[in-house]
Each structure stands twice: as C-alpha cells, then as structure tokens.
C-alpha cells in the first residue's frame, strides 16, 4: 500500500467514524501500524488537512475541508442549479430543505437552506445519509432496479430509533408504496422529533442524480402538514430536473423497465 493509499485510508476513517479520532482509534480502524498513523497524521496536520488542538489530543478535519467543499458547490452544475429552486421551495413551506446527491454508490447531502423559526432541522452538509432510515434514501432506493436494490441492502440495516425499518422484506413492501406515491417520509425513522418528505432529481437520461427534502421538528410538521407539502416538493423536484434535461416522456420507459424487472 502506497503513502497516499494509506493518507487517504486514514482521512475516510472520519466520513464512518466520527468527528474526533484519537491516534490508537485511527491506528486500530486502518490497520496500519501506530507509527505510521502517528507520521501521516503530524503530515496532515502541517498541511491544514487534519486538526489536532491539543497536544496528544484527538484528531478531527481541518479547516482545508471547507475551501475544497466551496468548490464542490461553485462547480457542481446540479448544485448550481438547484439552488434557487430549493430557496424558493424554502419560503414555500417555511421549513428547511436540503438537497443529496446520488452518484450510484452513496449519496450525502450537499446542501441545505433552513427554516426561519427559531426551532428548525439544521442538516449536517456533507454527511453520508442512511438509505433505509432516511426519506431522501428511500426515495432513492424506491427507484433502484432490483439487482441494485439487493446489493445495497444485502447488509443488516441498522436501527437509529424504534420506527426505523430494519426488516429488509418490510422495506421492500414499504419502497413499493414510496415508487407508487412517488415521495418518501421519515416518521422519526432516523432522528427523534424529527419528520421529512422526500422526492428524486433525475437527469436527461431519465437517471436518478439525487433527491431533495422538506424536513422540521415533529411539533411543527405535522403529518397533515407533510402531506400538504407533497405536491410543492414534487413540483419543485420537476423544475430542477427540467433543468437537468428530463422530461415526462422519460418515465414510461422507466417504469417498463421496472414492470419487466418485477416478472
């Protein structure tokens, strides 16, 4: 394993494993041998790409992160165009939204714009979100081809609160409903006190490349609320994609495809 192999190792230890590392945490989730964690790290450090603000103190990302981050969103043409959908989409609903990209593998939110109450869902950009717990991954997966599907829920679904669906035929049943309705929900599947509705971005090409969500504390978005909400998310997500080059005409051929996958 090369030097960058083994920096790069050591950097995604953050995207699965929290904030703040200590070096035996980093050394132990690598497999790489203390000494060279310790090297690596010292070198990251130097370089603004990782933070240490204690002497012998845990590890977290550096500030660097942020100027690479400000020019995933300069450059990004989905991000670039989304944007004042979703500030629109914002004020529609006075609740905060939040966009997730899709890049058939993962899918991690890219941005967000919040509510202006006091009491609003701030979400966590940049973070990687959980398919089955979430309603923008449900969102995804209820589009997936059955082959994929099984692929990304082929491991144990982990259980973030008593509603999160950890039975993979459950959430089977549970995406055929979300296909039909063309919106998933988080009924505080992931988080406590927290509800979201969700629907796709799809390109020119009729091809899943994110999805967006209404999202806001349980006090405030009520079921009968995210309901309402339903037609202004999927109106907006219609828009965005238009953008992005698809059309209605896209979506017999889609759902042909899923008819003859089901048989």
């Not at 690598?30 to 450090?45: M, W, Y």
């Not at 993962?106 to 109450?117: I, K, Y």
Request: aromatic share 8%; hydrophobic share 40%; with cysteine.
């Amino acid at each position: 394993m090369t030097v960058i192999q083994k920096t790069f190792k050591i950097l995604e230890l953050f995207l699965d494993h929290g904030d703040e590392l200590a070096l035996e945490d980093m050394a132990r989730l690598s497999g790489l041998s203390k000494p060279t964690v310790r090297r690596i790290a010292r070198s990251l450090v130097e370089c603004g790409y990782l933070r240490q603000p204690v002497r012998r103190g845990k590890y977290s990302l550096g500030w660097k992160f942020l100027d690479f981050s400000g020019r995933v969103k300069m450059y990004n043409s989905i991000i670039r165009l989304a944007a004042p959908h979703l500030m629109m989409l914002k004020e529609k609903v006075n609740e905060s939204v939040c966009m997730a990209i899709w890049d058939g593998t993962n899918t991690a939110l890219c941005q967000s714009f919040l509510a202006d109450h006091p009491l609003r869902v701030v979400p966590d950009e940049g973070s990687r979100l959980s398919l089955h717990a979430t309603s923008l991954g449900k969102a995804i997966l209820a589009e997936l081809p059955e082959h994929e599907l099984n692929f990304y829920l082929g491991g144990k679904l982990e259980r973030y609160t008593p509603n999160t669906i950890t039975d993979i035929n459950d959430l089977k049943r549970h995406l055929i409903l979300v296909r039909q309705e063309g919106v998933a929900f988080d009924e505080e599947e992931y988080y406590y006190g927290v509800r979201s509705v969700a629907t796709t971005l799809k390109n020119g090409k009729g091809e899943i490349v994110g999805a967006i969500a209404i999202l806001g504390p349980t006090v405030r978005l009520s079921r009968a609320r995210l309901y309402e909400c339903v037609p202004i998310i999927k109106n907006s997500a219609l828009e965005i994609s238009a953008e992005l080059g698809y059309s209605r005409q896209n979506q017999p051929a889609r759902q042909k495809r899923s008819r003859k996958e089901r048989r």
